[in-house]
């Protein structure tokens, strides 16, 4: 496999702050708020002093799992406190991701359902949901450029999207909706602010990475029944 999969640095807790605000801006510059229902399920990670730094998404509520980017989480002194306690338990560095549990004493919002359809052209859209600057949870209108494209610095392909995130939105969702539901199609990674441009990896790739820890099926799909034995 192409990015091999590596043990959490630690099983040190983080702690984390996890703000559920009701409220989405829509787009840049918007008038008015709107109330989509995966709001809920982006919250916000925050510092030891309350600073916020990063966002993150419930995938699994019955297992109480987010995820966030793994950027997020690399500082090795990094401690997020407020409510509770937040212990990574999974991460893929060259994919940017990592899986944290979360403890009991957050009531979490329903988990998201994942949507590993590739991107195939540009033109496609989709939605960065997160905190911007920490402050209020917004979505970002995004459009592909580039469905896939290769760095000559980084191994592996990027998903590249105009215009950019802001700060603090990374870590959440990306967003597509469909006829067959909303789902998650990118994780916010990383911007390039001179081009505006947001880049991200191909979520399949993602997915097939990390499917085990989601609590839903694809996007369209229906849940194969347990078997008895």
Not at 82 to 106: K, S, T
Not at 186 to 215: C, H
Request: net charge neutral.
């Amino acid at each position: 496999m192409p990015f091999p999969p590596t043990p959490p640095r630690s099983r040190l807790p983080f702690i984390a702050s996890l703000v559920f605000l009701g409220f989405l801006l829509w787009g840049v510059g918007a008038a008015a708020p709107i109330f989509p229902s995966y709001a809920s399920s982006v919250v916000v990670l925050t510092l030891e002093g309350g600073q916020p730094v990063c966002s993150a998404f419930v995938i699994n509520k019955a297992k109480r799992l987010v995820m966030t980017a793994d950027h997020c989480m690399q500082t090795p002194d990094k401690r997020f406190v407020r409510v509770d306690q937040v212990v990574e338990i999974f991460h893929v560095p060259f994919l940017d991701v990592a899986i944290l549990e979360v403890g009991a004493g957050n009531a979490l919002s329903p988990a998201l359902a994942p949507d590993p359809r590739p991107f195939t052209q540009a033109g496609q859209r989709a939605k960065a949901v997160g905190f911007a600057n920490g402050t209020s949870l917004r979505e970002i209108k995004l459009e592909v450029t580039f469905p896939t494209f290769f760095f000559s610095e980084a191994s592996g392909p990027f998903v590249l999207l105009h215009p950019d995130i802001k700060f603090g939105m990374s870590g959440g969702p990306v967003i597509r909706e469909s006829s067959a539901g909303n789902g998650v199609v990118g994780v916010n990674s990383m911007i390039e602010d001179r081009a505006k441009l947001t880049m991200q990896r191909p979520f399949e790739i993602i997915y097939g990475f990390t499917r085990e820890f989601w609590e839903l099926p694809p996007v369209g799909q229906t849940a194969t029944p347990e078997k008895t034995p």
